[in-house]
């Protein structure tokens, strides 16, 4: 059976930071790429970074580079995303995603992403 179980979210102040960890099991990890999307009430799912897990490629959404770092440990299948300088519009339900990292489509593109985790919530305060 195929898993993605996101962890790490809370409840932060502006300016702090979270890690969020996405454990896979049940697919061959290393054949796979990793996106992390988040959603906000009342808008769409957005691509916020990804890892192609063989080569260690990253990709991130202008709207984090440089505050937030994603990264693999291939040992324990383990994607991380580490969130630096949060800001209110950060806040929302994060989700780790698997697919395969062949498919031709943009990594942000989310209908292209063959697993889900069940998300876990991010709150930024002022």
């Known amino acids: 059976e195929v898993q993605l179980v996101e962890s790490g979210g809370g409840l932060v102040q502006a300016g702090g930071s979270l890690r969020l960890s996405c454990a896979a099991s049940?697919?061959?990890?290393?054949?796979?790429?990793i996106g992390w999307f988040r959603q906000a009430p009342g808008k769409e799912r957005e691509g916020v970074s990804y890892?192609?897990?063989?080569?260690?490629?990253?990709y991130y959404a202008d709207s984090v580079k440089g505050r937030f770092t994603i990264s693999s440990d291939n040992a324990k299948n383990t994607v991380y995303l580490q969130m630096n300088g949060l800001k209110l519009e950060d806040m929302a339900v994060y989700y780790c995603?698997?697919?395969?990292?062949?498919?031709?489509?943009?990594?942000?593109?989310?209908?292209?992403?063959?697993?889900w985790g069940q998300g876990t919530q991010v709150t930024v305060s002022s």
């Open positions: 890892i192609i897990n063989s080569d260690g490629s990253t």
């Open positions: 995603a698997a697919r395969n990292p062949e498919y031709g489509s943009s990594w942000y593109v989310d209908y292209e992403y063959d697993y």
């Open positions: 049940g697919f061959t990890f290393d054949d796979y790429a």
